[in-house]
């Protein structure tokens, strides 16, 4: 139940959302963007966990090195991303693909910090587990159309 509870729940609206996000028919490279990105975790994480089961297990002399690099199936998924959409990736400072580019840097950043403090990661699991879903839910937000703007649009393009 515990494992239910700790591996399938904290991903479930992050899969809702990111296919719904990816599915979406806008031309906006925004939304597919976001929802892979919001998808990622359902690759990365297992991939995390099998790394942070070596680091801990394994003898080394710089155990905060060795945890850094359980944030490499972060880090290399985010880079191919970006890579697919560097459209969508204009270097503008207002651009809500940088919020969500932070975020996912939260996200695997925090594989950094376990190999600091042994008693704070418990916490930094739990976080780390509830990121997807707040990233989800930014996603969402993020690519959400207000309606006025539709109406707008609707007008404009009308007899």
């Known amino acids: 139940m515990i494992g239910v509870l700790f591996c399938v729940m904290p991903f479930m609206l992050p899969l ?25 975790p359902l690759v990365a994480t297992p991939l995390w966990i099998a790394l942070v089961a070596a680091t801990s297990t394994g ?36 651009n809500p693909v940088w919020l969500l580019l932070v975020l996912d840097t939260l996200r695997w950043g925090s594989s950094f910090l376990l190999g600091f403090d042994t008693a704070a990661a418990i916490y930094l699991v739990l976080i780390s587990l509830a990121m997807p879903t707040v990233f989800a839910l930014c996603a969402w937000r993020v690519c959400a159309v207000p309606k006025p703007i539709l109406q707008d649009k609707a007008q404009r393009s009308g007899p």
């Open 16 to 40: 809702i959302i990111g296919l719904a996000l990816v599915r979406r028919t806008t031309t906006s490279g925004l939304s597919h963007l976001s929802g892979w990105l919001t998808l990622k």
């Open 59 to 94: 003898n080394w002399s710089r155990p905060s090195l060795a945890y850094g690099l359980t944030a490499l199936p972060g880090v290399g998924l985010t880079i191919v991303l970006v890579w697919v959409f560097r459209a969508e990736v204009r270097w503008r400072p207002i």
